[in-house]
């Protein structure tokens, strides 16, 4: 079973969500790029299939699928941020990062938000990796 970096699975999603592609090869577990703007030149483009039956490669999810993306935020807001669920939801709608940033250190969340997300993101990560038959590596 090929391992497969979470880091670079979860760059990949957020990748796939600004409209790239991108395929995990299950004999090795590395992530091609498909897009002119992230194109791996260290990675071919891989061809369909491995001659078994068995697809070659796996199409890595928009982060939004995963439920790593704006949905991870707004879960964080339910449990965290209560009172500012509107705020967030503004925020997010204008893809204002530094305002989101600036209200969790208002608030004093700035490290549960970090500590959430990775835990979160990672969960996320490792059961995609289970449902496809590849294992998820740190």
Known sequence: MAAVNLDELGHAALVVDDGAKALVA???GMIHLLNDDYMDEEAPVPADGNGDG??????VPPASLLGIGDQLVFRFAAAH???DQAAVRDLVAAND????????EERGAAASWQHFRSEETRRALRRWCDEHGLQARD
């Open 81 to 83: 941020l209560a009172d």
């Open 97 to 104: 990062t530094d305002g989101f940033a600036r209200l969790l």
């Open 54 to 59: 068995e697809q070659a490669y796996v199409v």
């Open 26 to 28: 299950r004999a090795t």
